[in-house]
């Protein structure tokens, strides 16, 4: 089913966070992380950030210290906030600052967060959204696809 509905991704509690990381160190003492590929663009000032997730999976995001918009395709459930929100289909989301998510994926879902930047490397962009860059898959796995213009 292909929806498209209007909601936002808000920044997170800050009594949410420990909580968060909770379910991060459970995940990693579980076992080695799956390889998850990314795929970053940097093209007309923009940065976008592409992952997707097979079904089945849980995923912690780094803490976002930008606005951004978050696009997410599939069937997912998405901690917003101190809720779950429930996704099925297309959505284009506005994406507060200050915000981590959890992703539960109930089939494959692609995510892409986009940004206006100046960034001329994925690791200048990493570093605008994000201060846990050490944490991100991006830097731990070789698995990146890397696309820079110089438009």
Same mark, same amino acid.
């Given at each position: ?17 420990? +909580?968060?990381? #909770? *379910?991060?160190?459970?995940?990693? !003492? &579980?076992?080695?992380?799956? %390889?998850?590929?990314? /795929? ?25 210290? +930008?606005?951004? #918009? *978050?696009?997410?395709?599939?069937? !997912? &459930?998405?901690?917003?906030? %101190?809720?779950?929100? /429930? ?65």
């Amino acid at each position: 089913m292909l929806a498209i509905r209007s909601s936002a991704l808000c920044a997170t509690p800050k009594d949410m966070l420990p +909580r968060i990381a #909770t *379910v991060e160190d459970a995940l990693l !003492a &579980a076992g080695d992380q799956i %390889e998850l590929p990314t /795929e970053h663009v940097i093209h007309a000032g923009m940065y976008a950030r592409t992952v997707i997730m097979p079904q089945g999976m849980v995923m912690t995001g780094a803490l976002i210290k +930008r606005a951004t #918009t *978050v696009i997410v395709c599939g069937a !997912a &459930a998405v901690l917003v906030g %101190e809720e779950w929100q /429930e996704l099925d289909g297309y959505y284009v989301l506005p994406a507060s600052s200050g915000r981590k998510q959890v992703f539960v994926s109930r089939s494959p879902v692609i995510i892409t967060m986009i940004f206006p930047t100046q960034a001329r490397t994925v690791e200048e962009a990493e570093a605008e959204f994000t201060d846990d860059c050490e944490r991100l898959l991006s830097r731990k796995q070789q698995n990146n696809t890397v696309l820079i213009t110089e438009e």
